[in-house]
């Protein structure tokens, strides 16, 4: 079992930052793919960016590349996702999710999931 808590969230000015952090308890953390997800009101959850095990590979949704960085570490079991150039339409609650997921892209194939934790960008 693996437990993931974010924290980071909040109300920023458009064009501003906010560095996401997710937190997880059980030891297998390092093998896990982490990923973060995103749903606005009245939309279905979406992919925003992934990252395998080792780091070795970060995937971004195309919506958020060059402006998101995704990041582990394993030591600290602790996923981040750096968000620069934020845009109103970045408003959403974000997910943390890790497993061993045959699309990268896909929600369904993640196992566990973080409550969320609410980004909210003024114009």
């Known amino acids: 079992q693996v437990q993931l808590v974010e924290s980071g969230g909040g109300l920023v000015q458009a064009g501003g930052s906010l560095r996401l952090s997710c937190a997880a308890s059980?030891?297998?953390?390092?093998?896990?793919?982490m990923g973060w997800f995103r749903q606005a009101p009245g939309k279905g959850r979406e992919f925003v960016a992934t990252?395998?095990?080792?780091?070795?590979?970060?995937y971004y949704a195309d919506s958020v590349q060059g402006r998101f960085t995704i990041s582990r570490d394993n030591a600290k079991h602790t996923v981040y996702l750096q968000m620069n150039s934020l845009k109103p339409e970045d408003t959403a609650v974000y997910y943390c999710?890790?497993?061993?997921?045959?699309?990268?892209?896909?929600?369904?194939?993640?196992?566990?999931w973080g409550q969320g934790t609410q980004v909210t960008v003024s114009s």
């Open positions: 999710a890790a497993g061993f997921p045959a699309r990268l892209t896909n929600s369904r194939d993640y196992s566990y």
């Open positions: 059980g030891r297998t953390f390092s093998s896990y793919a």
């Open positions: 990252v395998t095990w080792s780091s070795a590979n970060t």
